[in-house]
């Protein structure tokens, strides 16, 4: 009898357990995730930062992809299009969607009513950027239904659409700045909260913006120009140097987290270098005579065309190549015991002398126990060793650490968008082009050779340096004006496309667009494969967004091009395919 008592006792309880839990606990009409932090609750500056940081692993991630194709950085595949998977863009199609543009659409929720332009601002200037990043790279993206709880199925929006979208938001960041403001971020990484040079990046966006566009806006360059006569955009006063220069300052901690800038990671480790340069892109700092040493640091000899800026970019850890000025090595140099290819006639191929160790376009062999014998990213703009000729391995935090930047937006960058304008208008202006070039090159060589940390080891060794550099720059910078000025119009293209580049080294982003916006230069080295299928005028689609999303639809081929690229199809165009 008890025992039935208790039973019935034990299911009673369990009744009004059930009860309770069906009509509170269990209530599938909640709106809101108990464990989903409100906009209330979340704190604006920590939205924000989150944001930059994001920001910057974009920029850095599209960039390294931009300098591969343009073989500033060495590109893995000899087929076009499969040299990107869909996969490949997963990680950075999140991280600008459910990172940055997410964060900050509850940023400014929390923003808005506390008057906390300055945020806004900030956030609109790095969303217009992503935006046309986005488009630059995939053509048609998301943006109208983007970012909404309420939309699982965001619908493309035209590439042009975006791009307008874009610059309006760049004017609204421009009016923010302006504003009266309830209080400053906290932290501002980039510009430590000069809303003045704020200002000047968002009309330098608008200017790269009309750049990018004038293929298919006939008042794009008059826009241009409106905006270079008014004078307030990143190296309008030449002068002023790289002090406006837009770009991410990474750290020197290795772990938790790992700040360092992301080409050091993956270079400076245990097991030595796990990437190689471009062959291609050394061969062109290097200069057009390369058959001799380089002496030292303290009496190089002077050759046409070596660009000092290669001390800084690359680290040599070791004094020859093999196949090249030391014996071939099957071993660590497969391809020193292969002949070059017929269409590789004129151009470098497999290494280059002197200990500039790297890889050609396309060229995706097995890995060879060479990690402590390739060509290192150095100084700049990786933090990491500045090559002072001891052709020393080096491992985890040597050199600057890791220290480097990402440079985004830079003032040589602009000479050279300026230098376009000239030459891209009905009348070109060949004379005003030159000198934009030039100004672009010594910009650039001096934010280079400033960028070495000021440390009594760095110190000593630039000391050595500074004539040598000078007269490799007067020299450098003598013989390009002898060029373009003995050269035609063809020439002079090449000479500006292959300068911009060299300045672009550490984010290839301006470099792919404008690769594909002019076609220079015509002289890249080719594919390692002879015939590599089109080039990647515009990259797939991230498999993720295809596969979950029904108003995405896979694009047919990496030759589909972007809308503001209306130049002749692949291959053909651009001509180094």
Not at 1 to 6: I, S
Not at 20 to 43: A, H, I, R, V
Not at 168 to 186: E, Q, R, W, Y
Request: hydrophobic share 35%; charged share 20%.
């Amino acid at each position: 009898m008890k025992k039935k008592n208790f039973i019935k006792i034990i299911i009673l309880l369990g009744l009004i357990l059930n009860y309770s839990c069906g009509k509170d606990t269990f209530n599938l009409d909640l709106t809101q995730n108990p464990n989903y932090l409100t906009s209330e609750q979340s704190d604006p500056d920590f939205l924000l930062n989150s944001a930059q940081t994001d920001f910057a692993y974009l920029v850095e991630s599209f960039g390294n992809t931009g300098a591969k194709v343009t073989r500033i950085y060495h590109m893995s595949g000899r087929n076009y299009d499969a040299a990107y998977t869909p996969q490949s863009f997963d990680g950075r199609w999140r991280l600008a969607y459910a990172g940055i543009m997410k964060d900050l659409q509850v940023m400014n929720e929390i923003a808005e009513p506390k008057k906390l332009y300055h945020h806004i601002g900030m956030g609109k200037v790095m969303t217009a950027y992503t935006l046309m990043t986005l488009v630059d790279f995939f053509g048609d993206v998301p943006y109208s239904e983007a970012i909404n709880d309420d939309i699982l199925y965001p619908k493309v929006d035209a590439g042009a659409n975006v791009y307008a979208s874009a610059i309006n938001l760049l004017d609204s960041a421009i009016a923010d700045f302006g504003k009266t403001v309830g209080a400053d971020p906290k932290t501002d990484l980039y510009y430590g909260g000069d809303w003045d040079k704020w200002i000047k990046l968002a009309k330098t966006l608008k200017m790269k913006a009309y750049m990018t566009t004038r293929l298919v806006d006939s008042d794009a360059l008059n826009k241009f120009k409106d905006l270079m006569d008014a004078g307030d955009y990143i190296g309008a006063d030449v002068s002023e140097g790289a002090a406006n220069d837009f770009q991410f300052r990474w750290g020197t901690n290795d772990i938790n987290p790992d700040s360092r800038h992301p080409r050091y990671r993956n270079t400076y480790t245990s097991s030595g270098g796990q990437e190689y340069q471009s062959n291609s892109f050394m061969d062109y700092m290097i200069g057009e005579d390369n058959s001799t040493a380089y002496g030292s640091a303290n009496n190089p000899s002077l050759h046409n065309h070596f660009d000092p800026r290669s001390w800084f970019y690359f680290y040599r850890q070791v004094s020859a190549t093999p196949g090249q000025d030391a014996d071939p090595d099957e071993e660590t140099l497969e391809c020193s015991l292969i002949p070059a290819p017929p269409h590789y006639s004129g151009y470098a191929y497999c290494g280059l002398p002197h200990g500039y160790w790297g890889r050609d376009h396309g060229n995706d062999r097995g890995i060879p126990p060479d990690g402590f014998s390739r060509t290192l990213f150095g100084v700049y703009p990786a933090g990491g060793a500045l090559d002072d000729f001891s052709y020393k391995a080096k491992k985890d935090g040597d050199g600057n650490g890791g220290n480097g930047i990402t440079p985004i937006m830079l003032a040589s960058w602009v000479q050279f968008m300026i230098a376009e304008y000239h030459m891209a208008k009905t009348n070109p202006d060949f004379a005003a082009a030159k000198t934009a070039v030039m100004n672009g090159i010594e910009l650039s060589m001096d934010k280079v050779y400033n960028f070495a940390p000021r440390t009594a080891r760095f110190d000593y060794i630039l000391a050595n340096y500074l004539a040598s550099f000078n007269d490799y720059k007067d020299g450098l910078m003598n013989d390009l004006g002898d060029d373009w000025d003995n050269g035609n119009d063809e020439a002079k293209w090449n000479i500006w496309a292959r300068q911009y580049f060299v300045a672009l080294f550490g984010n290839g982003i301006d470099a792919y667009n404008a690769y594909r916006r002019t076609g220079y230069p015509h002289d890249l080295q080719p594919n390692l494969e002879p015939n590599p299928g089109p080039f990647i005028r515009s990259n797939y689609y991230p498999a993720n967004s295809v596969n979950n999303n029904p108003n995405m639809n896979q694009k047919s081929g990496v030759a589909v091009q972007v809308f503001w690229d209306t130049n002749p199809a692949s291959p053909g165009f651009p001509q180094s395919n």
